[in-house]
């Protein structure tokens, strides 16, 4: 089962983690340094892990992004997994649930997303919206039929069952990397004024992202309580900084081929049957008249 080696970004696994003391930009110190060109060898380092895994088919990847609004979540997964086979690579953003998806229980829709063993998949937000967006608008509980009223323990549980899930999802060989894209108040409303003012962004304006705003300091703690919650050696968070966008794709492109790497995945061996009848092939076509 994969393990989480230690990072800098890596979220605690003993409830320690502080959302406000969490950055949301590089170390100054970091300023100016060539993030793009250096984003090039590990989307490319990340084409060939992918490569290699389809062909292991010991494992599978799930990748998950959770972030407040304009964090650069669609950019991010964009650049970062440019170089990755669209055949091995599979990207559902989850937006407001159905009618069918509300009539199950919460990790029903996600379920059919998860990747099969050599396969990559990205959830652009995931189960987790029903820890974080639900939690602070407890009004779309409603919608979910459960039986009234619910219990003094109820996101602790569905926290737990979040853990449950992805710990047997672990056993069963799925390599999981979570990130929480950590942007600040002041860049996420240079970006939705972006949005605003610049004709081409137009249609990325919602207006209920104001309404989302307004709840900040709300989302900041169901984000807390969260990541403490689950990040866990098998499923591990990373808070990555958001606020640069270059500095962000190159912090979720290492962390990831780190992963891959760690797995020592490799091309499958031939065995003396395989090795004979490689042979054999290779004599008939030789064989073969043009």
Known sequence: MFTAKPHPLLVPFDGSFDVRTAATGPDKH??????????KPEVKALGDAQYRLFADTRYAVLLVFQALDAAG?????????AGVNPCGLHVTAFKQPSRRELAHDFLWRTTAHLPERGSVAIFNRSYYEDALVVRVHPE??????LPAPQSASFWDDRLRA???HERHLAEQSTVILKFWLNVSR?????RLLERIEK????????????DERARWNDYLVAYEQCLNATSRPWAPWYAVPADNKQYLRLQVAK?????LVSLGLDFPHADVASKAALAAG?????AERN
Do not use: C, H, M, Y
């Open 73 to 81: 979540k669609d950019s991010t997964i964009r650049r970062v997994f």
């Open 199 to 210: 004709p081409t962004k137009n249609w990325k304006f919602d207006a209920r992202d104001l």
């Open 162 to 164: 979040i853990r449950d």
């Open 30 to 39: 970091k300023k100016g340094s060539r993030w793009k060109e250096l984003l």
């Open 255 to 259: 962390i990831v081929n780190e992963a």
């Open 140 to 145: 779309l509980l409603a919608a979910q039929r």
């Open 282 to 286: 290779k004599a008939w076509l030789l």
């Open 186 to 190: 002041a860049e996420q409303r240079k």
